[in-house]
């Protein structure tokens, strides 16, 4: 009888040990579910995070890449701060100095590089930013130094700089309807034959150097921005042009 008690007490102490056995694995394999399920979760968050900068950086490149619209306007920043054009983005022929026939580009904003293959630039034909062009800002090198229908019922240009301008005539600008910021550098002489008709409230710098203005169509938002007793302010006495110190 003692053995069968002994024996009966036994197998309840093992059978004991096996059901917490039982019960450890099965916290054992909960908590291991847990944790592969919390590295998953971990996992898929970083991919949610890398998707999201891809995405980001997606916006971000759109944003850059993004064209501008016809229809919007341009700062003279935009086109001070704007990269030179490369060299395939003109018609162009190319001997002692270059001369621009034309451009092909779709950039609305030129800058025109003072050399192409190492040769200076210093004549764009009238052809070059004219009519149905889309061009809305441009600025010459100093090597350009005349201006002859080069923006020619060119219903977009915005924005014209030029450094080394020495003499403007024969349409240069013409029916610019959109035309805001003209800056004729610093060797303008002559402004001749041109009809600055735009809608916009126009500002055209005109240098002390400049002894000839015959332009003979001024809008009544035309501002000339020259030197005080410069031929340029009293030109704009004379005819009612508003005249600003600059």
């Known amino acids: 009888m003692k053995k069968i008690i002994t024996i009966m007490a036994v197998l309840a102490v093992m059978t004991s040990f096996a059901a917490c056995g039982d ?8 908590s291991s579910s847990k944790q592969v399920a919390a590295e998953n979760n971990d996992g898929a968050e970083d991919n ?25 306007p341009i700062t003279v920043d935009d086109v001070l701060n704007h990269p030179e054009t490369p060299a395939e983005d003109f018609e162009y022929r190319d001997g002692d100095f270059v001369v621009i026939e034309g451009y092909i580009g ?9 050399q192409i293959n190492g040769h200076p630039v210093m004549v764009v034909n009238a052809n070059g ?17 005349e201006l002859s229908g080069t923006f020619n019922c060119n219903k977009n240009i915005q924005v014209v700089i030029a450094k080394g301008i020495e003499e403007v005539d024969d349409g240069a600008f013409n ?25 916009e ?16 169509m001024w809008e009544e938002k035309t501002t000339i921005v020259g030197a005080a007793g410069s031929y340029a302010e009293t030109y704009a006495n004379e005819n009612g042009i508003k005249f600003e110190v600059g």
């Open 23 to 30: 019960k450890k694995d099965e916290k054992g394999n909960d």
């Open 48 to 72: 949610a995070d890398d998707d999201g900068e891809n995405t980001a950086d997606a916006d971000d490149d759109d944003d850059e890449q993004k064209p501008v619209a016809d229809d919007s």
């Open 106 to 114: 779709s950039d609305p904003i030129v800058v025109i590089p003072e």
């Open 129 to 145: 930013f004219n009519l149905d062009s889309k061009v809305k800002g441009v600025s010459f090198p100093s090597g350009v130094t």
């Open 175 to 199: 029916q610019n309807g959109k035309l805001k910021y003209v800056d004729l550098g610093p060797n303008l002489i002559e402004l001749r034959e041109c009809q600055f008709v735009t809608d």
């Open 201 to 216: 409230e126009l500002e055209i710098h005109i240098p002390e150097s400049t002894t000839e203005i015959d332009s003979y």
